[in-house]
C-alpha cells in the first residue's frame, strides 16, 4: 500500500516507526522543512529512523494519506498533500478536536475521509528527536456511518501487519467526543499548570478541576447530539491517570516552546458551540483564559 505521511511530530513520526516496514511509506515535506529533515533526518527512541521523503513536485497518487499536523497547520498541510489525492485515496486525519473531517472533506469531498484520532500515547517530540513511552499509540477509526466497509477492513489490515493498535468503534463521533473531553481538560489544565504524566497521576485537585469542565462538555454534546456520560469522563480520567512516566501533553509541549496551542480548538470550541446552543460553560472559559494568561507572561519574560 502506498502510504504517505503529512506531520512528523511525535503522532507522526510514532506511525511512521510501525508503519515504515510494511508499506510505500514516505513524508510529505517542501521547502525549508523539507531541506531540515533530509539534513538532520529523524531520531526515535534515540536511535535513527531512515524515512524516505517526497515533495508535492514529486507527487504520487497515495492509497492512503495520513495527517498528523495541529489544527492550526491543516490548511497549510491540505495544500501540500493536494497532489497526492486521487479519487481512491483514503484520508486519516490524526488531528485532535471535532472539526478536522468536515475541513478536510470540504477541500477533497467527503467521500475520501475517514474519521480517526489517536489516543492513549505518551511520547515527547523536540527537534528531529521523537520518545515515545507508550507502545504507538491506538488509532480509533471508521466510517462516519460506522459501517464496516472494505476500505476500513483494508486500513486494519495494514494495522495488523504493522502492530499498530486500532480500535473500530461502534459510533465513531461519540469516540471522537470522548477524546475531545480528555483533549479539553487534561491537555488545558496540564499545560497551564505545567505537569507531566507522572505529576498528573496523583493530583486529586486536577481530577475535581477535570470533572467540573467535563460537566459542561456533557451539556453541550447532549445538544451537539452525542450521547456522552459520566462513565466516560471517569474512563478519560483512568487511561490519562493510569500514564506514571515522564511523557506530557503536546499542548503542554507546544507551551515550554513557546509554539501556538490549540486552546482555540479545544475549549474554544466548546465555548462557540456552547454559546450556540445557549448552554453556560465558565469552567471552560476560566481553564482557557487561564492557560493564555500563562502563554502571555511566558513570552513577555
Same mark, same amino acid.
Given at each position: 500500500?502506498?502510504?504517505?505521511?503529512?506531520?512528523?511530530?511525535?503522532?507522526?513520526?510514532?506511525?511512521?516507526?510501525?508503519?515504515?516496514?510494511? *508499506? !510505500?511509506?514516505? /513524508? =510529505?515535506?517542501? %521547502? @525549508?522543512?523539507?531541506?531540515?529533515?533530509?539534513?538532520?533526518?529523524?531520531?526515535?527512541? #534515540?536511535?535513527?529512523?531512515?524515512?524516505?521523503?517526497?515533495?508535492?513536485?514529486?507527487?504520487?497518487?497515495?492509497?492512503?494519506?495520513?495527517?498528523?499536523?495541529?489544527?492550526?497547520?491543516?490548511?497549510?498541510?491540505?495544500?501540500?498533500?493536494?497532489?497526492?489525492?486521487?479519487?481512491?485515496?483514503?484520508?486519516?486525519?490524526?488531528?485532535?478536536?471535532?472539526?478536522?473531517?468536515?475541513?478536510?472533506?470540504?477541500?477533497?469531498?467527503?467521500?475520501?475521509?475517514?474519521?480517526?484520532?489517536?489516543?492513549?500515547?505518551?511520547?515527547?517530540?523536540?527537534?528531529?528527536?521523537?520518545?515515545?513511552? *507508550? !507502545?504507538?499509540? /491506538? =488509532?480509533?477509526? %471508521? @466510517?462516519?456511518?460506522?459501517?464496516?466497509?472494505?476500505?476500513?477492513?483494508?486500513?486494519? #489490515?495494514?494495522?495488523?501487519?504493522?502492530?499498530?493498535?486500532?480500535?473500530?468503534?461502534?459510533?465513531?463521533?461519540?469516540?471522537?467526543?470522548?477524546?475531545?473531553?480528555?483533549?479539553?481538560?487534561?491537555?488545558?489544565?496540564?499545560?497551564?499548570?505545567?505537569?507531566?504524566?507522572?505529576?498528573?497521576?496523583?493530583?486529586?485537585?486536577?481530577?475535581?478541576?477535570?470533572?467540573?469542565?467535563?460537566?459542561?462538555?456533557?451539556?453541550?454534546?447532549?445538544?451537539?447530539?452525542?450521547?456522552?456520560?459520566?462513565?466516560?469522563?471517569?474512563?478519560?480520567?483512568?487511561?490519562?491517570?493510569?500514564?506514571?512516566?515522564?511523557?506530557?501533553?503536546?499542548?503542554?509541549?507546544?507551551?515550554?516552546?513557546?509554539?501556538?496551542?490549540?486552546?482555540?480548538?479545544?475549549? #474554544?470550541?466548546?465555548?462557540?458551540?456552547?454559546?450556540?446552543?445557549?448552554?453556560?460553560?465558565?469552567?471552560?472559559?476560566?481553564?482557557?483564559?487561564?492557560?493564555?494568561?500563562?502563554?502571555?507572561?511566558?513570552?513577555?519574560?
Amino acid at each position: 500500500m502506498k502510504v504517505r505521511l503529512c506531520g512528523a511530530g511525535a503522532v507522526g513520526l510514532t506511525v511512521a516507526h510501525k508503519l515504515k516496514d510494511v *508499506s !510505500d511509506f514516505r /513524508i =510529505i515535506a517542501s %521547502g @525549508e522543512r523539507l531541506e531540515r529533515y533530509k539534513r538532520n533526518g529523524f531520531l526515535f527512541n #534515540g536511535k535513527k529512523e531512515e524515512l524516505s521523503l517526497i515533495s508535492p513536485d514529486d507527487a504520487d497518487k497515495a492509497d492512503l494519506l495520513i495527517v498528523a499536523v495541529k489544527n492550526f497547520h491543516l490548511s497549510k498541510a491540505l495544500e501540500e498533500i493536494a497532489p497526492f489525492v486521487s479519487e481512491d485515496t483514503l484520508i486519516l486525519s490524526l488531528l485532535n478536536g471535532i472539526d478536522a473531517e468536515r475541513v478536510i472533506s470540504e477541500r477533497f469531498g467527503a467521500a475520501n475521509v475517514l474519521y480517526s484520532f489517536i489516543t492513549d500515547l505518551s511520547a515527547t517530540h523536540e527537534g528531529n528527536s521523537t520518545v515515545c513511552f *507508550s !507502545d504507538g499509540g /491506538i =488509532i480509533i477509526f %471508521g @466510517e462516519k456511518n460506522n459501517s464496516i466497509s472494505e476500505r476500513v477492513k483494508k486500513i486494519a #489490515g495494514l494495522f495488523d501487519e504493522a502492530g499498530q493498535r486500532y480500535r473500530i468503534p461502534a459510533d465513531i463521533m461519540h469516540e471522537k467526543w470522548w477524546k475531545f473531553t480528555l483533549n479539553c481538560c487534561f491537555n488545558t489544565l496540564s499545560a497551564t499548570i505545567g505537569a507531566n504524566y507522572m505529576a498528573m497521576s496523583e493530583n486529586a485537585h486536577l481530577v475535581r478541576a477535570v470533572r467540573m469542565i467535563a460537566n459542561e462538555i456533557l451539556s453541550v454534546a447532549k445538544a451537539e447530539g452525542v450521547s456522552l456520560s459520566h462513565d466516560d469522563v471517569d474512563a478519560v480520567i483512568k487511561m490519562v491517570l493510569s500514564h506514571h512516566d515522564k511523557g506530557k501533553t503536546s499542548m503542554l509541549q507546544d507551551v515550554e516552546a513557546g509554539r501556538m496551542t490549540e486552546n482555540d480548538y479545544f475549549l #474554544g470550541t466548546l465555548s462557540r458551540l456552547g454559546r450556540m446552543h445557549g448552554i453556560l460553560t465558565p469552567c471552560s472559559d476560566l481553564a482557557y483564559n487561564l492557560l493564555e494568561a500563562r502563554r502571555h507572561t511566558l513570552a513577555v519574560h
